[in-house]
T-cell receptor, first 116, second 111 residues
Framework: NAGVMQNPRHLVRRRGQEARLRCSPM?????VYWYRQLPEEGLKFMVY????????ESGMPKERFSAEFPKEGPSILRIQQVVRGDSAAYFC??????????????FGPGTRLTVT | KNEVEQSPQNLTAQEGEFITINCSYS?????LHWLQQHPGGGIVSLFM???GKKKHGRLIATINIQEKHSSLHITASHPRDSAVYIC?????????????FGKGTKLSVKP
């Protein structure tokens, strides 16, 4: 059973370009979470998605960032017009359908974005 | 002040030592996670707990909800335990995904 897959593992973009980060959840998981880890800082929540729905995007920057989790295919985190401050590790996690109790999240290996 | 504080920030131990990493939080929570981030950057979920104590191999996690404090213990530490250990809480009333993370404790176990 493959774990959470993220690609690419490393991505280099010039300022002003677009970055697309992909996350395939574990088999059977329908909930995806994106987190960002800036250099020398802790992880920060960005967005929580269910298939075709954004459940919580309170951690997403208001501009240039968007996320989707279509019915078919991976979840995509898209960053338009990247700036140097976007350089970070972006982690995706997934979980099965949460019930009344909190659930465990399984993390992907991360995508390290470098903006030059 | 961060909502989730970990101590110590850095910890060096000799192989075989008993290790304790602490996590204090200031918000009401529905669950607390302990994560391990390997030197290569990957993250593994070690425990999720909302009360009491859990044990997995040489790792033990405890939580005291009244005191808003959790500890992660490693018995008979080994160099392969060297990693960053991260505490994360799920705030009560927040969405299931909205974890609040501590800054991590960097553990180095020397042979």
């Amino acid at each position: 059973n493959a774990g959470v897959m993220q690609n690419p593992r490393h991505l280099v973009r010039r300022r002003g370009q677009e970055a697309r980060l992909r996350c395939s959840p574990m088999k059977g998981h329908s909930h995806v979470y994106w987190y960002r880890q800036l250099p020398e800082e802790g992880l920060k929540f960005m967005v929580y998605l269910q298939k075709e729905n954004i459940i919580d995007e309170s951690g997403m920057p208001k501009e240039r960032f968007s996320a989707e989790f279509p019915k078919e295919g991976p979840s995509i985190l898209r960053i338009q017009q990247v700036v140097r401050g976007d350089s970070a590790a972006y982690f995706c996690a997934s979980s099965s359908l949460p019930g009344l109790v909190p659930y465990e999240q399984y993390f992907g290996p991360g995508t390290r974005l470098t903006v030059t | 002040k961060n909502e989730v504080e970990q101590s110590p920030q850095n910890l060096t131990a000799q192989e075989g030592e008993f290790i304790t990493i602490n996590c204090s939080y200031s918000v009401g929570i529905s669950a607390l996670h302990w994560l391990q981030q390997h030197p290569g950057g990957g993250i593994v979920s070690l425990f999720m707990l909302s009360s009491g104590k859990k044990k997995h191999g040489r790792l033990i996690a405890t939580i005291n909800i009244q005191e808003k404090h959790s500890s992660l213990h490693i018995t008979a530490s080994h160099p392969r335990d060297s990693a960053v250990y991260i505490c994360a809480v799920l705030g009560y009333g927040g969405s299931q995904g909205n974890l609040i993370f501590g800054k991590g404790t960097k553990l180095s176990v020397k042979p």
